[in-house]
């Protein structure tokens, strides 16, 4: 069993940075694939970025693309999103999710533990 706990998010002016961590509980943290979703109030959650076991692979959602970075640090068993120029668009509850496979994917069905979510604002 993985435990994720995400932190970091808050209300920010549009062109302003945050940066979303995810500590995750358990041994096994360094051989999954994560991920970062987003659900605004309404919409279905979407996928924003996905990393694999080593860091060594990425993908973004081209709506991020450029503008915010996955990354992690397995020592610490901790995923990031740094998240730079936000808009309003990016306003949403961001959850972290553990895949019990090291492959990436941007699908949300295929992720096995997610987080409880943290709000990010962005205000215009």
């Known amino acids: 069993q993985v435990q994720l706990v995400e932190s970091g998010g808050g209300l920010v002016q549009a062109g302003g940075s945050l940066r979303l961590s995810c500590a995750a509980s358990g041994r096994t943290f360094s051989s999954y694939a994560m991920g970062w979703f987003r659900q605004a109030p309404g919409k279905e959650r979407e996928f924003v970025a996905t990393i694999s076991w080593n860091g060594g692979n990425t993908y973004h959602a081209d709506s991020v693309k450029g503008r915010f970075t996955i990354s992690r640090d397995n020592a610490k068993n901790t995923v990031y999103l740094q998240m730079n120029s936000l808009k309003p668009e990016d306003t949403a509850v961001y959850y972290c999710?553990?895949?019990?496979?090291?492959?990436?994917?941007?699908?949300?069905?295929?992720?096995?533990?997610w987080g409880q979510g943290t709000q990010v604002t962005v205000s215009s």
């Open positions: 999710a553990a895949k019990r496979t090291s492959v990436i994917s941007t699908n949300r069905y295929q992720y096995d533990y």
